[in-house]
């Protein structure tokens, strides 16, 4: 029986994971090599009927581009792009596997973002790298990485000025994050939001440098989402309670309903109780945003404060001013529950950024900061799943009543 190429490189002198690194650095060359020339055999077969005046292919194979070496996480792999020739100079082929310039792969980028943003020097990242990559990472020079930096810098500038005439955003998650810099006395606030869109995939809307989470800062990031195009107002906010936001929500995208996070009003309601009575207090809190309808939540609305009132007004009316933006959640579909009730897009994908920041001084400056949190959010974008019951986004667009979660029947 033939034995596979692939594990030909075994050598009795070299060490295990040696072998194990080559084989795998051998297999992914010849599955990229091999998607790539499936790919440049689609694009040819789209032509193949066009001829030149003497009867020949006009879009044909022209050999291939000189070999470059793509850097992964198992090493630098040698890749060899192919190269067509449209004779009368109009097609060209570009591979969407392999782009032309790319010289890593994505993964290992979100890690350089990592680390910089944790306050990792320039100097010390080759060492950083060998550290969580093992040795083939040595490519990746300080003056790679500066480059590297500078081009993440371009492609954000460019991103927050991308055109949104396209997009409706039903859903929208915002919240303030703050960052350390290192070269600035003033803490960033960086304003994000993320949309889900009406097919239920959410992206990342804007990361606006902003001062501090005030009115003026918000208006103003929401005002340059509508002048590159965002006509159309999201169905539903949800936030926490900075005052900011939701009045320049209703100067901005006065149609849009406001739902508050009841992750960070769980958190305020219980940081104004002892710790003795927090435990309960929480079961009692939950019982308010888990009930199946919005009578029953206003019932355990009420019985929170007759249990609390007296003691500890303070956690009371923490509670209670927000009562009615708590509980807008019941005028939408009950499968959407789970994900408007909270903020959790935004803390899930910046918890840890903000873990990050919060045990180093942070990134040099505020444009290396935003380029960098950017560049994680881009990354952790590509692994986000879809609203579950997205099909129902539709309704929610139509403006279709909703009571308790289920479609309101026609008055």
Known sequence: MRKDRIFETKDPSKPFNTVLEETLREGARRLLQQAIENEVQEFLQAFEN??????????????????RKIQTGVGPIPIKGPRVRDKEGVFTFTST??????????????????????????????????????????????????????????????????????????????????????????????????????????????????????????????????????????????????????????????????QRCWVHKTANVLDKLPKSAQNYAKTMLHEIYMAETKERALRAFDAFLDHYGAKYPKACECLKKDKAALLTFYDFPAIHWQHIRTTNPIESTFATVRHRTRQTKGSGSRMATLTMVFKLATSAQKHWKKLHGYQLLENVIKGIRYRDGEEAAAA
């Open 97 to 258: 596997i392999l782009p032309p310039y790319m010289r890593r792969t994505p993964s290992i980028e979100a890690v350089v973002s990592a680390l910089y943003l944790k306050g990792v020097s320039t100097s010390s990242f080759p060492e950083a790298l060998e550290a969580l990559l093992g040795e083939n990472a040595k490519g990746l020079s300080p003056t790679n990485i500066v480059r590297l930096k500078e081009s993440w810098e371009t492609e954000y500038k460019e991103w927050n000025k991308r055109n949104l005439s396209n997009k409706h955003f039903v859903y929208i998650w915002v919240d303030g994050i703050y960052f350390n810099v290192r070269l600035d006395e003033d803490r960033p606030c960086l304003l994000v939001i993320i949309g889900a869109l009406s097919d239920g995939s959410k992206e990342i809307v804007t990361i606006h440098d902003g001062f501090r989470e005030s009115k003026s800062s918000w208006a103003e990031a929401l005002q340059d989402l509508k002048s590159r195009g965002l006509s159309l107002a999201p169905a539903l906010a949800i936030g926490d309670g900075a005052l900011g936001f939701w009045a320049a929500l209703e100067e901005i995208f006065p149609e849009t309903k406001a």
């Open 50 to 67: 066009l001829m030149t005046d003497d009867g020949r292919k006009r879009v044909v194979r022209n050999g291939c581009l000189p070999e």
